[in-house]
């Protein structure tokens, strides 16, 4: 392989040489064309992460059924049974069970429901103090209003919007420990739709490991990556820094890997793209000095004019090389961009060529 050291001074006759070799018709337009076509192209940054995309959810939440028979705002029952559980709930008839939240609120409800719809909560039930045929269980450690959401859902699958929105990480955590995988299939749809923010983002991933919400958790973990210096400024994120240091060498680990990730996929596209434009030089430069092409070939050769179309992607490129090089005023050493370029084409042709015996190609072995 011809080395492509550049410093080395060139004789004059191999100048005259490569001359002799062609020979050129002046073609109209040809002053202006571009010599940038070798240039190794801008590289675009690409953002695009490496940590795998989520898997899809197995299946929609909180959609109805393409049904048009079902009025609009229903969830997977008819709205008259709906009613009629969140009637239950609302009015708490025959109530055998009173929650005790956060600030001493109580909550009515049915055994027989709660422990159908968790089972995690009807055993807690079962072991509850029953005073008047009343049994009293506690609930504390979240908002009353959000207990109460929860209560409702297990009733009716109902739920407001607002409540939803405003107590989605508690009811994400509720759903978790009393087993209501419905709700937590809701909760960790809400906050992968639109939910997450850079302030919040931190707070979500470690409830979303805690509570076992591993899609989730990577989708929090593919934001860390993308905004990292955004959320790594976060007041979030200080707090994590400080309680759960593991995490935060996780996360910087994740950063890194991504960015290394990013930069070697870059230097592997571009080393595709320079092999790609040297092959291509090198098969154009071939079939000038071999064939001729419309307006430059060799000396012995009928030129065919500028009509015909030519399949080699180089050949306008490296047919404007040559035109520069046998006419360019500052053929030394270091003098000029183009001309080195030439060289180096022809040198590296000279290397690999595998016919150097009948080869056309100007100072070719
Ligand atoms: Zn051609
Ligand atoms: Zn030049
Ligand atoms: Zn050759």
Known sequence: MASLDLGSPWPSQTVEIFDGCFNILIEEGNSGDSLDWLEVPATALCNKLDIPKPPPLPCKTGERPNNPAWPADS?????????????????????????????????????????????????????????????????????????????????????????????????????????????KRLCIHILEQGWLTCENVIDVLQLARSCDAWRLSLICTRMVVREFKTISSTEGWKVMKRTNPPLEQELLESVVEADSRTQERLR??????????????????????????????????????????????????????????????????????????????????????????????????
């Not at 859902?153 to 759903?175: A, N, P, Q």
């Not at 596209?269 to 071939?286: D, F, N, S």
């Not at 500052?330 to 690999?352: A, D, I, N, Y």
């Open 75 to 183: 969830c997977f029952v008819p709205k008259e049974a709906k009613d009629t559980w969140d009637r239950l709930y609302r009015e708490g008839y025959g109530a055998d069970v009173c929650i005790i939240t956060e600030n001493k609120a109580t909550i009515s409800a049915h055994y027989s429901v709660l422990s159908v719809a968790s089972p995690v909560l009807g055993n807690f039930l079962q072991q509850s103090i029953v005073k008047n045929g009343i049994r009293y269980v506690k609930i504390p450690g979240v908002p009353c209003e959000a207990v109460s959401a929860f209560v409702r859902f297990l009733y009716s699958s109902c739920y407001e919007e607002e409540d939803m929105k405003k107590f989605v990480l508690h009811l994400l955590v509720l759903s978790h420990s009393y087993l209501v995988p419905s709700l």
């Open 268 to 365: 592997k596209t571009e080393e595709r793209k320079v092999y790609l434009q040297l092959h291509e030089a090198m098969e154009a430069l071939l079939h000038i000095c071999r064939d001729g092409c419309r307006t430059i070939g060799p000396r012995d050769k009928m030129l065919k004019g500028s009509q015909v179309a030519c399949g080699f992607p180089a050949c306008k490129g490296i047919e404007i090389l040559v035109r520069h090089f046998s006419g360019c005023k500052t053929r030394v050493p270091g003098g000029c961009l183009h001309c080195k370029r030439m060289w180096q084409l022809l040198e590296l042709h000279s290397g690999m060529c595998n016919e150097p015996d009948c080869c056309k190609v100007p100072l070719c072995r």
